[in-house]
């Protein structure tokens, strides 16, 4: 008796320092990777002419977003939200020849509050990795989110080449440089800032994209996606049928710093009938001169003519198949330029000068709607100055989680 707690006396020692070791080592494992960021553009627009005829100079705080992400390295379990303000900013929506979409036309609409907020995790399955998400967030389809991308102003074809800020649940799949994600989705688009996702329609959509990254920094990828009545929240609407293919090449060094290339094809469906098609086709790039950025955008994308309200950038809402009065095709070339940024810490700021050229033009005559004369010009100009803040950790891309973002070299 004495002998053997004498042996326990002596061997305590060392098993509390073995299971100290070990808390440590789970605990390090385990630690969670906090990361805080935050971003906004201070721009002002010359828009001439705009609807109307009337030529239009307006100032914004665009983009005001905040971000954290929180993840489990050991576990895989990750937690990213992202918080947009432009309904504080953005009310009437900022100045954006071409741009529609949830009401507004001409004008680019703020975000909803809640942007983003997604939990998941990712495993390691013998030669595959796997990942399910779920919350409110990005869609697996088409491209990343425009705010992430060259240009302060979003393309055209914002609502045909992206699906963003609904309730998804989405699976992914890699194995080495493929990804396959998969979802399931509400497809109500929002109908304000602070407006959520309608729960009776709650995953009535779904969506598919493959993506095959040959070497680093190269991606191709192709969508599809069945999204119902998103322009009329209570349903009933007309549906759509979503296809998009891209390749995509970024770099950290070199003078080609981006490139971009999509087409996208939205299709209006009531049951299996096409109302209406549209289609887009864009290519965008930066390099780099010095210190300083470049970007040239080539946008030629067909977009609805809607049934405009009292406020002529305004639609009638919710838009029903009788609300579409046409189809305009717009042709943009889209230039800008970066100062070298400023930095101070983990902040940088970013002067900026981008000017685009615009022709609208009808694409089924007669029609209800003539760009010509609702502008009085064929040809349209916008010039933007601004700054760019970012502080903090940034994401460099939105719309890919788990494995559906890990897959490749």
Known sequence: MR???VVLLLAAPSALAAQLEEHRAHAADSARRLTLGAM??????????????HSVTEGYLTQPMMFAGASTPR??????VSVNLEGLTLAR??????????????RRHPHTYLHELMVGATRGLSLVRVSIFAGKGFVPFGTDDPMTRPFVKYPVNHHLAQILEREVVTGALALGPVALEGARFNGDEPESPSDWPNRDRALDSWAARLTYRPARGVELSGSAARVLSPEFAAGGGLDQDKRSVAARIERHSGTLRYALVEWARTGETRG???VFRFSSL????QAALGRSRVALRLERTERPEEDRSVNPYRSV????????LGKTRWEIVT??????????????ATIFVEGAWLRPRAVLRPTAVDPEIFYGASRLWMLSTGVRIHAGDMRARFGRYGAGRQAGS
């Open 93 to 106: 929506g900022e100045i954006g020849l071409g741009g529609y979409g949830e009401g507004y036309m001409d």
């Open 282 to 285: 864009l290519a965008e790039g």
């Open 317 to 324: 809402r919710p838009l029903l198949d009788f609300s579409i």
């Open 3 to 5: 002998v053997a707690a």
């Open 335 to 348: 230039a800008r330029v970066d100062a070298p940024p400023a930095r101070w810490r983990r902040a940088a």
């Open 40 to 53: 906004g553009v201070g721009v002002v627009t010359r828009a001439t002419p705009a609807a109307l005829g």
């Open 75 to 80: 576990d895989g379990l990750q937690a990213l």
């Open 272 to 274: 299996t009938r096409t």
